[in-house]
């Protein structure tokens, strides 16, 4: 079956750089996101990676993957304020029906 | 362009009523999906819309449950006889069925059963 696993808190401190961790169970997953949710909000896409790549780089965020572990990262670099938000680790399948599977979400603090 | 609308934006009821809640998706956007997200917990898939194929009901907790899309566009998540476990946040998403198959959030319904 498939699960997607988060750490529920993370707290950094403004300027320095927030990694959020996300594992997985299935093999076969097509696109892997990274989605921000804030107070109040809905979600919003703020990257993604194909299962056939182990990075991507976009501003301050990086995400990394490693497929063997079954692993996925997001690092915020300089991390601020705005920062603070709940972020979402979400799969896709292959041949699957287009219903991501989401993660409980990290809830990153950001304090001064 | 307007992105995913939701309304109402809270909607506070008495246990045992019926309830509608609204999304409006991305014009041209194919597929429409309904989540609950409770304290502390992740979404909960509850229904998806693509095209005109028939849903994908799986994730509907019970059948005090069900949802409509008319027309391809506007869609209606009822819930009869409302029960307090009811209670959470309702989020509507829409994508388009070709590129990454990201999706577009509605801001969501705070839903309270007193």
């Known amino acids: 079956g498939e699960d997607v696993e988060q750490s529920l808190f993370l707290s950094v401190r403004e300027g320095d750089s927030s990694v959020i961790n996300c594992t997985y169970t299935?093999?076969?997953?097509?696109?892997l996101y990274w989605y921000k949710q804030e107070p109040g909000a809905g979600l919003q896409l703020l990257t993604y990676?194909?299962?056939?790549?182990d990075m991507k780089q976009d501003q301050r965020l990086t995400v990394l993957l490693n497929k063997k572990d079954k692993h996925l990262s997001l690092r915020i670099a300089d991390t601020q304020t705005g920062d603070s938000a709940i972020y979402f680790c979400?799969?896709?399948?292959?041949?699957?029906?287009?219903?991501?599977?989401f993660g409980r979400g990290t809830s990153l603090i950001v304090h001064p | 362009g307007a992105g995913v609308s939701q309304s109402p934006s809270n909607k506070v009821t008495e246990k045992g009523k019926d309830v509608e809640l609204r999304c409006d998706p991305i014009?041209?956007?194919?597929?429409l999906y309904w989540y609950r997200q409770s304290l502390g917990q992740g979404l909960e898939f509850l229904i998806y819309?693509?095209?005109?194929?028939?849903?994908?009901k799986s994730g509907l907790p019970s059948d005090r449950f069900s949802a409509e899309r008319t027309g391809g566009s506007v869609s209606t998540l009822t819930i009869q006889r409302t029960q307090q476990e009811d209670s959470a946040v309702y989020l509507c998403?829409?994508?388009?069925?070709?590129?990454?198959?990201?999706?577009?959030f509605g801001p969501g319904t705070r839903l309270t059963v007193t």
């Open positions: 819309f693509q095209g005109n194929s028939a849903p994908d």
């Open positions: 979400a799969e896709t399948l292959s041949g699957g029906s287009y219903i991501p599977t």
């Open positions: 299935d093999s076969s997953s097509t696109y």
């Open positions: 998403a829409s994508s388009s069925r070709t590129g990454l198959g990201e999706q577009y």
């Open positions: 014009s041209g956007h194919t597929a």
């Open positions: 990676i194909f299962s056939n790549m």
